[in-house]
């Protein structure tokens, strides 16, 4: 069989597109925002800027910053609850121990905020991966070839 490349295999060969350098103004905060959650709008405000200011905003990452700021939003007003709780465990029916809800869910709106950072070029790794071009180490990789 003749050798045929498999859709979207091998390493790219340029840098990844990120960004729309055709929007030039910041979109408004948007509505969907938790309940004019100030900590979302904040958090909207800031990550946009840093978004704009790196050139790496585009219309598709509108509804995964919209997630991301209220996950933020969420995971700020969890902990605010949590400082005043005294234990973070509840007593089952049974007379065990497990974590109270707060607790869970201040869990799963970190990982879903990290999640989404990550998408969206906010975290440390997510920044370098954006400014290497998508490259991981230097040298030949398996694939090059292809």
Avoid at 129 to 146: A, C, L, Q, V, Y
Wanted: a negative charge; glycine letters at 10%.
């Amino acid at each position: 069989m003749g050798s045929v490349r498999a859709a979207g295999a091998g390493r790219p060969k340029s840098g990844l597109a990120v960004g729309d350098p055709n929007i030039k103004g910041k979109p408004h905060c948007p509505k969907e925002l938790l309940n004019d959650d100030k900590y979302a709008i904040d958090a909207w405000h800031s990550n946009l800027e840093v978004m704009f200011e790196r050139g790496s905003f585009s219309t598709e990452d509108i509804p995964h910053l919209i997630n991301y700021c209220n996950s933020i939003g969420k995971v700020i007003k969890i902990e605010k609850q949590l400082a005043q709780m005294e234990e973070f465990t509840d007593v089952t029916a049974s007379g065990g121990l497990k974590l109270h809800p707060l607790v869970n869910a201040h869990n799963i709106f970190t990982n879903q905020s990290l999640k989404l950072a990550a998408q969206l070029g906010l975290t440390p790794m997510a920044r370098a991966r954006m400014i290497s071009g998508g490259k991981g180490e230097e040298g030949e990789g398996e694939f090059d070839e292809f």
